[in-house]
Structures are given as structure tokens and as C-alpha cells.
């Protein structure tokens, strides 16, 4: 089993596993992104339209373009990449 040069990556077969949760990574540097943010954190974003929780702004905009789409453009209004707009569905 081989390393790519410069990438932390393991060849095909091999992935970077979480020992809390087990969820893989096919690079080394998403392993610890996940541990530092993500492993055993409460989801910091709420929808502001139905219960939906997440980890991430993006999954959140990606969920209101998908599940809201019917009020499409200020969905996208709200959740533009401004931290202030971003902040507001941040949960407390």
C-alpha cells in the first residue's frame, strides 16, 4: 500500500476511518476536519422553515434549494455567504 506523494491518501482500497463514529475519508486531511468539527458536535444550523438540522451552511443551503424551493429566491437571499445572514440560522 502505497501514499500519493503530497495528498495523505492511501491507494483505492485503503480509507482514513474515524475510531469514535467510523465514518471514512479518502484523505487524511478530511479525517481530522471531521474530527475537529464535525465527531460528537450537536449540528450548528436550523432551517428556518421546518426542523431540519446540520453541521454545515452549505448543507443547509442545499437543503432549502431542494425542500423549499417554492420560496426558492429568498431562501437564497437568507443564506447568502455573508456572516451575518449565515448567522441568523446558527443555533444558540
Do not use: W
Not at 476511518?17 to 449540528?43: M, N, S, T, W
Amino acid at each position: 500500500m502505497s501514499v500519493a506523494k503530497g495528498k495523505n491518501k492511501i491507494d483505492d482500497a485503503g480509507m482514513f476511518a474515524c475510531d469514535v463514529c467510523g465514518k471514512e475519508y479518502r484523505y487524511k486531511r478530511g479525517l481530522r476536519r471531521h474530527k475537529k468539527f464535525e465527531c460528537g458536535q450537536d449540528p450548528k444550523y436550523q432551517c428556518p422553515q421546518c426542523p431540519y438540522k446540520t453541521k454545515h451552511n452549505s448543507s443547509l443551503k442545499t437543503h432549502i434549494a431542494k425542500k423549499h424551493s417554492d420560496s426558492k429566491s429568498q431562501a437564497a437571499a437568507n443564506t447568502s455567504s455573508s456572516n451575518s445572514s449565515s448567522s441568523k440560522y446558527v443555533i444558540s
